[in-house]
């Protein structure tokens, strides 16, 4: 199992591009999530989902959105970059709706908006 | 969900053992302790997690007294690659749809 996986590993954007962040998870999890990490801060939820078809916002969503079409994918899209969006984003999966279930962690994408 | 309390940063020497001690005065029946190890240019990852008593796993030991206030990490002979952030969770067991991270306890293991 490759577990979690993110691409890119890095991305620089100007202000007002957009983008998507891949993520994918090969454990047939159905629960899968998207934090943000600031320097000095905890890890802040974006947006999550409990399966396919099903997404909610987590406490920093403003500027983001997320589709679920598959169980395996959950991408996250920048609609247009801001400075502020300068951050290191991580996925996450688990195998239920339990927060006492594992949550697994990719690797991570730093990003840097010009 | 109920907050967490730890050291920001502790220092320590490699073969020592090391104890971080999280608080967390209001939490719930149905909540767990769980903590998450973060590496450097990585993301986190589960390490242990208990209710109550003591739980002990090849990584590490999670103390946790009667009360349930406060919780204790316990690393036995650390390494150098033991240097991590260690973040200390309240987990309900159910209705709650996130995981609530603080800033965690920056461990730094000397030679």
């Known amino acids: 199992n490759a577990g979690v996986t993110q691409t890119p590993k890095f991305q620089v954007l100007k202000t007002g591009q957009s983008m998507t962040l891949q993520c994918a998870q090969d454990?047939?999890?159905?629960?899968m999530s998207w934090y943000r990490q600031d320097p000095g801060m905890g890890l802040r939820l974006i947006h999550y989902?409990?399966?396919?078809?099903?997404?909610d916002q987590g406490e920093v969503p403003n500027g983001y959105n997320v589709s679920r079409s598959t169980t395996e994918d959950f991408p996250l899209r920048l609609l247009s970059a801001a400075p502020s969006q300068t951050s290191v984003y991580f996925c996450?999966?688990?195998?239920?709706?339990?927060?006492?279930?594992?949550?697994?962690f990719g690797p991570g994408t730093r990003l840097t908006v010009l | 969900l109920a907050k967490t309390t730890q050291p920001i940063s502790m220092d320590s020497y490699e073969g020592q053992e090391v104890n971080i001690t999280c608080s967390h005065n209001?939490?719930?029946?149905?909540?767990?302790i769980t903590w998450y190890q973060q590496f450097p240019s990585q993301g986190p990852r589960f390490i242990i997690q208990?209710?109550?008593t003591k739980v002990t796993n090849e990584v590490a030991s999670l103390f946790i007294p009667a009360d349930r206030k406060s919780s204790t990490l316990s690393l036995p002979r650390v390494s150098l690659s033991d240097t991590a952030v260690y973040y200390c969770?309240?987990?309900?067991?159910?209705?709650?749809?996130?995981?609530?991270f603080g800033t965690g306890t920056r461990l730094q293991v000397f030679p």
């Open positions: 996450a999966s688990g195998y239920s709706l339990a927060m006492t279930d594992t949550q697994y």
């Open positions: 454990m047939n999890h159905e629960y």
């Open positions: 989902s409990v399966g396919a078809g099903i997404t």
């Open positions: 209001n939490i719930a029946t149905n909540d767990y």
């Open positions: 208990g209710y109550k």
């Open positions: 969770l309240v987990v309900p067991s159910y209705n709650t749809d996130k995981l609530i």
